[in-house]
């Protein structure tokens, strides 16, 4: 059974950084496209970032270019999402996502972490 746990969540500042991280357990993720969502109040769920577990794919909405960074740990097995320069509009829960298929089919989600952004 996959199982995916968020932490790293909170509040910060207009500028801050906060690193979310996604430990994985349950299965072997080498085949695997892991990914963060993110869905903000009233808004669709949004693929914000996903990394191919060998790390070398990687994918980034625009909004968060120059900005966010996925990167993952193989040993630890355990994906993290390093956030810069955050913005009000980055106010979000965020999910960790797992793709077995590298099709874009995110079959298995962690339960989310809030991020708040304040002006």
């Known amino acids: 059974q996959v199982q995916l746990v968020e932490s790293g969540g909170g509040s910060v500042q207009a500028g801050g950084s906060l690193r979310l991280s996604c430990a994985a357990s349950?299965?072997?993720?080498?085949?695997?496209?892991m990914g963060w969502f993110r869905q903000a109040p009233g808004k669709e769920r949004e693929y914000v970032t996903g990394?191919?577990?060998?790390?070398?794919?990687?994918y980034y909405v625009g909004s968060v270019k120059g900005r966010f960074t996925i990167s993952g740990d193989n040993a630890k097995n355990t994906v993290y999402l390093q956030m810069n320069s955050l913005k009000p509009e980055d106010t979000a829960v965020y999910y960790c996502?797992?793709?077995?298929?590298?099709?874009?089919?995110?079959?298995?989600w962690g339960q989310g972490t809030q991020v708040t952004v304040s002006s």
């Open positions: 990394i191919s577990w060998n790390g070398r794919s990687t």
């Open positions: 349950g299965s072997t993720f080498s085949n695997y496209v």
């Open positions: 996502a797992a793709d077995p298929t590298s099709q874009g089919a995110f079959r298995y």
